[in-house]
């Protein structure tokens, strides 16, 4: 169970060594900004993270005790509190941009990048936190392999498709550049929940 979602973190990790490279195009400020949009983009995720593990705990064992319907309702229920807790964050992040990009870095050019990034990206995580939580939700029902599958189609294989169409035949600057990772998410969100409800509820219906 636990293998694909290391294969999977492992390969996405790497691909973001070939996002930072289409970044470092534009100079060290704009470098200097995307770590720290990087740095304040992993706190905003460690709830919907922490939501997707209780995910699979409690979906796991409502199925083994037969209970499914519990488990579906875990499921909604974890997302809904994992989106709402992450509207907040992200609320106060886009409001606060400035400052909290300021706490790395006083240079005006890196706090611009960052604030850029950061208003541009970051309510495009809550689409995340339906993929973190969802992903674990499945886990716990024995499908590993569905969300990895999906992840990686997502965050690696139309991600690179994007940037490489983007800064060949579109316009290679900062802010595309950064979509990335929504187009990314987005696309992510919504073939997930396909899956699940073609592959998870489709059958109970019968």
Known sequence: MGLPAGIQSVITAF???????????????????????NKLDQFVMLPMQSMAM???TF???????????R???????TVSMSVGVTAVIVA??????????????PDESVIAYGVLFIRANCFFLLFNCVNHVLAGALRGRGDSRGPMVIMLLAFVGIRQIYLFVVTHFIANTPFLVGFGYPVGWTTCCIIELTYFFLRWRKPKQK
Do not use: H, P, R
């Open 59 to 69: 979906v796991s064992q409502n199925i083994g005790a037969g209970k499914e319907s």
């Open 92 to 105: 106060l992040l886009c409001l606060f941009a400035a400052q909290a990009v300021g706490l790395f870095s």
């Open 71 to 77: 488990a579906d309702k875990g499921t909604v229920v």
């Open 15 to 37: 691909s973001n060594v070939f996002v930072q490279s289409y970044i470092n195009f534009f100079g060290s400020g704009c470098m200097a900004g995307w770590s720290c949009y």
């Open 54 to 56: 209780a995910a699979t």
